[in-house]
């Protein structure tokens, strides 16, 4: 997928959902370093990395569609973030970890993985800055 394909689908995304494109784009190189075809060992999938119960309860048929992907990712991000009140940290927590990880840890679980892709992914979002 172009770089410029890429950015057009993210910027669609992030005005449809009032979402920075710059947190979508951040989020997009941790999970899955921009591959569409990206799948992990829990199975997420995607350029987003959707779980498939996320991608189903977002309405994703095929989580290996690029704007598919993105919109489901997006939306999911957005609600995140209204739960933790446009707390980037606690909804990237709640990305990885899923929120109800975040809820019992009243925080960012102490999880080495989610920690440092916390940490990842603010990091990202400086350097974009």
Same mark, same amino acid.
């Given at each position: 997928m172009s770089?410029?394909?890429l950015n057009h689908l993210v910027a669609q995304q992030a005005k449809r959902a009032k979402v920075p494109p710059k947190l979508i784009?951040?989020? #997009?190189?941790?999970e899955s370093g921009? +591959?569409?075809s990206a799948v992990s060992r829990a199975?997420? $999938?995607? %350029?987003? $990395?959707?779980?498939p119960s996320t991608a189903l309860a977002?309405? #994703? %048929?095929n989580p290996f569609d690029p704007a598919e992907n993105i919109a489901g990712g997006t939306s999911y991000l957005r609600d995140l973030l209204k739960r933790y009140h446009h707390n980037v940290s606690l909804a %990237? @927590?709640?990305?990885?970890?899923?929120p109800g990880a975040v +809820? @019992? @840890?009243?925080? #960012?679980? @102490?999880f080495l993985?989610?920690?440092?892709?916390v940490a990842q992914v603010t990091s990202s979002l400086r350097n974009e800055r």
């Open positions: 770089a410029a394909r784009a951040a989020v #997009i190189k941790a921009g +591959d569409p199975g997420a $999938q995607g %350029l987003m $990395q959707l779980m977002y309405g #994703i %048929l %990237l @927590a709640a990305y990885n970890a899923g +809820d @019992a @840890a009243g925080g #960012i679980p @102490a993985e989610t920690r440092s892709y």
